[in-house]
């Protein structure tokens, strides 16, 4: 009988006054990471009796507007690559990759 190997990856928020993160620091060991500190995670999970995405966004006070919109951006990005390993759909991946071509560039123009 093979031992199933268990990992866990940890995220400790630190809230303020009013339940806003203050500080979002993350631990997966399996990965050396310790501690690290980070300004937003975004956590899906699929629920398998709802048939539905349970989402989990935080972000600390203190990321800026520009920040987010990299952030939430190459999540997007990301995501279509995961889709793309996960149906093999490279066309609908492509669209997805090329929408977020045209914002980034479009950010880049409106930062200037």
């Not at 093979?2 to 979002?24: A, G, W, Y």
């Not at 989402?55 to 279509?80: A, C, G, N, P, R």
Request: proline share 1%; glycine share 2%.
């Amino acid at each position: 009988m093979s031992t199933k190997k268990r990992t866990q990856i940890n995220f400790e928020v630190t809230l303020d006054d009013n339940h806003v993160p203050d500080s979002i620091v993350w631990t997966a060991k399996d990965g050396d990471i310790v501690d690290k500190h980070t300004r937003a995670t975004s956590i899906h999970v699929w629920d398998n009796e709802e048939l539905s995405l349970l989402s989990l966004d935080l972000w600390t006070k203190d990321m800026s507007v520009d920040e987010m919109k990299q952030f939430l951006l190459e999540s997007i990005y990301s995501s279509s690559k995961a889709y793309e390993r996960a149906t093999g759909d490279e066309a609908t991946a492509q669209k997805i990759q090329d929408m977020c071509e045209v914002i980034r560039v479009e950010m880049v123009k409106s930062s200037k």
